[in-house]
């Protein structure tokens, strides 16, 4: 069983869609949060996930664009295309953003969006909070997003150590405690413009992470008509 595990899409529907067809016959697609927020198609990425069955959690942008209190965490900019988000979406956007639980197993696997013990906060950025989390993980396996940077946490019985994957690179899944990070869909932030996401294929026990370009111009045109801000849209070119 081969899965995608999407996360941070943020209303990108050009590189979700560049994904997806990167991606070809996956067997399940997981996704981690931030499905909407910053970009300019929050209806249609919903859309796209709900035809293609997607299985997944509730990022704190999410949160933001039905109405959660997680809108006064945001920067100006960030503030911004919340409120835009949660002003422009369609009913049936917002039912199925509602619908996702702040965390899930599945077959054996958790899926958060900001960490194990905080899902709609907490960034793992630092080895301190990637062990105080895994400490707490329920799985031994688990899959988180939020920062937008791909990387593997392992906890080995000797140290946490972190790996910072580049296109193409993989692990396998070891015995030891894992927390993954697949990078950003719709707004990578490791200085690589490219759409991020991984494949974890169940059988073989290994994770493979991507990057797929995609017409990043179409998509700062649309923010840029949409009236979002002009600095969101930049920093699509930079993947910063
Ligand atoms: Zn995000």
Known sequence: MRVAVLSD???NIVALDAVLSDAGDVDAIWHLGDVVGYGPQPDAVVARLDERDATGVRGNHDAAAIGGPEIDWFNPEARAAAEWTRDSIADSTRAWLSALPERRVVDDVLLVHGSPRDPLREYVTDRAAAEDNMAVQETQHALHG???????WTATPDRVALIQPGASDAIDLGTYLMLI?????????DGDARASYLVLDREIRRVTWHRVAYDIDRVQADMRAAGLPERLAARLSFGL
């Open 181 to 189: 990070n697949p990078g950003s869909v719709g707004q990578p932030r």
């Open 9 to 11: 899409i943020h209303s």
């Open 146 to 152: 939020h920062t937008h940077v791909p990387a593997a």
